[in-house]
């Protein structure tokens, strides 16, 4: 991102930092949807089912956007997870929380990514400040 004329540029990349949020968002995600598999173990059916193999995809989607941070794509690659996961609310209701529970997270860290972008181009990043 880019800043307007006469605003200093930070000295550290706030946006770099927050793909370590999101990384770390995401692996939290991860260890939460694998929780998941005694639940489905026990009252899915088994893992060798359908439901078993959905969350055995979530884990390995969500690991795979984590290699995939860099993207400016990835942010609605995990929204579709997201979709994925409360859809899934019928087959599995403990998915279905967890992914409205992440949802609510995320939703959170994408309105903080935009607070920072705005204050990055006004110059209000306490980086940006001129020291006296």
Known sequence: MTTPAGVPAPKKDPMKSF???????LILEV???????PVVAKLGGGIGTGTGYLVLGLIVALI????????????????LLH?????????????????????????YLLWLR?????RMAAGRLPSQQQSA
């Open 64 to 79: 795979g956007t984590c290699a995939l941070l860099k993207r400016p794509w990835i942010v609605w690659v995990i929204a």
């Open 83 to 107: 979709v994925v996961m409360i859809a899934s609310w019928p087959l599995l209701t403990a998915l279905g929380a967890i992914g409205v529970l992440f949802s609510l997270v995320w939703v």
């Open 114 to 118: 935009r607070d920072v972008a705005k």
């Open 19 to 25: 793909r370590g949020i999101m990384a770390g968002t």
């Open 31 to 37: 260890i939460v949807v694998a929780l998941a598999l």
